[in-house]
Every structure is written in structure tokens, then in C-alpha cells.
């Protein structure tokens, strides 16, 4: 019988995870911005790298795909259709799947532009890996995309199953909710989730995976529909909000400028 598949995370840099999904034996990883954690780990666990999951361009997301694509021969690398990636060997794009057969696995693709054009998601298991598009608490900066572009992404994937894991791919918890907390300061849930996710790095700990349901109740971008809210961000940031993409947008423009 195999063995069930763990998820866990390979930190890089100063606040990436790259994502490990194994079996005991198999490995996939998700936006593997540096190889040298990634091979040193599956070293350490004795997996073999069969897979590797992309979900936009930037750097520190593929930046160790050469090195992963020299060191394990016929490594299938998933991602979307952009030339800035050389090392994709199966393009994806809304609509398709990625079947991994080795783990009984098949991710669903979502297109997710906002924080990049290319922006992809996979979902599978009740496991949602999503990059820099959905942050516990956050979500990414708008570097390509418009806001609505963001907005429709996000909405998107709040059609996913309450009890759906969040894998980004950063650790911007508490930074993220400082800024919930002054977007909604007397939402008790954000409070009590500052102090939960407090003691989880204390103890060094990860604060991810987050879950849809909580995020839609901390999350002030997840929640800029909440017209009793409208006022406050009108006050708070001087731009007229008439709807949910109005109060997205400001909300957004909002977190750029948050000292915190």
C-alpha cells in the first residue's frame, strides 16, 4: 500500500517556502526558487524529484529550475506558457490538469493573473497551491495585473471547498494581518489569529497552510464586498468606494503605502 502524501515546506531566502509534496519515496516541489535547498532536502529524506509545479515567472520562483532540470534527468516541469521560463516542458493553462501518477494525484489549473499576467494555481486534494496570488491574510502586489484582474482571480478561488489549504509561498502572515487589523479593527477574529500565529513562529513554526474559511474572515481583500466597511476605507484612504472593486482597489493602494 502506498504511503500517504505529506506536504511540507523547504524554506528559502529570507521568507520563501518551496512547497515539498512526497510520498516517501517521489517528490514534487512548487516554485522552487532555489535549488540548493530543495536537493540538499530531498537528499536528507532520500525522495527522488519526479515533479516540479510553476506558478508565474518571477525569480524566486524559478530561478532553480536550471540546476533541478541538469541534476534529475527527465524532471516534467508544469507551468504557464511565458518564454521567460526555458525550462517548462508541459504548459498549462486554465481548464487542463496536471495528472501525477506516481501519486494518484490530479491538480486542476486555474489562471490567476493579478500579481503577473501569468499567474497559474493548482488544486488538488483539498491543497491549493497559489503562489503570490492568495496570502494568508494578503494578497500579492499588482505588478502586471489591474485590480479587477486581481479581484476575479481571488474570487475565483473562493469557490473552492471552506476547508481548502492555502500554499503561498510566502511567509507575510503577521505583516499581512497588522494591516487586516487596521482595515478592520474590531474584527475579534483577525485579533485572536495575530495571537495564534504569534506563538506558531515563536516556536518556529510555519503559519501556512492557511484555510479558505479563515481567510474569508480575516483576509480584507477576500472581503471587500462588506459595504459596512465602505465608510472607513473611504475615510482611511480619501477614494470614493461606490463598489466591491472601488474598496478592492483602495484597500490595495492601501497596503502599498502600510507602514504598519
Request: proline share 6%; net charge negative; aromatic share 10%.
Amino acid at each position: 500500500m502506498a504511503n500517504p502524501l505529506t506536504v511540507f515546506p523547504i524554506p528559502a531566502f529570507s521568507d520563501n517556502y518551496i512547497w515539498c509534496i512526497h510520498d516517501g519515496c517521489h517528490a514534487v516541489v512548487v516554485d522552487p526558487g532555489d535549488a540548493e535547498p530543495v536537493m540538499e532536502t530531498l537528499s536528507q529524506r532520500g525522495l527522488r524529484l519526479d515533479a516540479v509545479l510553476i506558478t508565474h515567472h518571477h525569480y524566486d520562483h524559478v530561478d532553480g529550475l536550471p540546476a533541478l532540470t541538469r541534476a534529475y534527468e527527465g524532471l516534467a516541469v508544469y507551468g504557464p506558457d511565458n518564454p521567460k521560463i526555458k525550462e517548462i516542458t508541459h504548459k498549462v493553462k486554465e481548464g487542463d490538469q496536471v495528472s501525477l501518477e506516481q501519486f494518484n494525484l490530479t491538480f486542476d489549473v486555474f489562471e490567476v493573473p493579478g500579481h503577473t499576467l501569468d499567474h497559474i494555481a493548482y488544486y488538488a486534494n483539498n491543497w491549493l497551491f497559489c503562489g503570490d496570488t492568495l496570502f494568508s491574510a494578503g494578497c500579492g502586489r499588482l505588478f502586471e495585473g489591474t485590480p479587477a484582474q486581481m479581484l476575479a482571480s481571488l474570487n475565483k478561488l473562493m469557490t473552492l471547498p471552506e476547508q481548502t489549504q492555502v500554499y503561498c509561498t510566502h511567509e507575510y502572515t503577521l505583516a499581512n494581518l497588522a494591516f487586516a487589523q487596521a482595515v478592520e479593527p474590531n474584527n475579534e477574529t483577525v485579533t485572536s489569529t495575530i495571537q495564534n500565529v504569534t506563538d506558531m513562529r515563536a516556536a518556529g513554526l510555519p503559519s501556512l497552510p492557511s484555510r479558505l474559511d479563515i481567510e474569508k474572515q480575516i483576509n480584507p481583500f477576500l472581503r471587500a464586498e462588506r459595504q459596512q466597511n465602505w465608510p472607513y476605507v473611504e475615510q482611511m484612504t480619501g477614494e470614493k468606494v461606490e463598489n466591491t472593486q472601488n474598496a478592492f482597489a483602495a484597500i490595495r493602494r492601501w497596503k502599498d503605502a502600510f507602514k504598519g
